[in-house]
């Protein structure tokens, strides 16, 4: 049997819990740090766009960095020091 009061109660269930599964939206930008693989630390805001992180310091600077450059991201220095 059908029952499409749970049908409905389900799928509504689902679209409500999607936002909290996974990772954030990737071009959402955070606060934080990237280690990169040459040894350098910079800090500021981080967008994930493809294979790239723009690193946004102020209001005006933007740095686009291949993703292939970057040893880990992290939250904040201490998360740096302690990786």
């Known amino acids: 049997m ?5 049908a409905v109660s389900l799928f509504i269930a689902v679209l409500l819990a999607a936002p909290l599964c996974g990772d954030e939206p990737v071009l959402a930008p955070r606060e934080g740090v990237l280690l990169l693989k040459n040894g350098q630390v910079m800090q500021g805001n981080i967008t994930k766009a493809g294979d790239y992180f723009v690193l946004t310091i102020g209001k005006t600077g933007e740095i686009r960095l291949p993703a292939a450059d970057i040893e880990t991201q992290c939250v904040d220095l201490d998360d740096a020091y302690r990786y």
Not at 2 to 6: A, D, G, M, V
Request: aromatic content about 40%; cysteine-free.
């Open 2 to 6: 059908f029952y499409p009061l749970r």
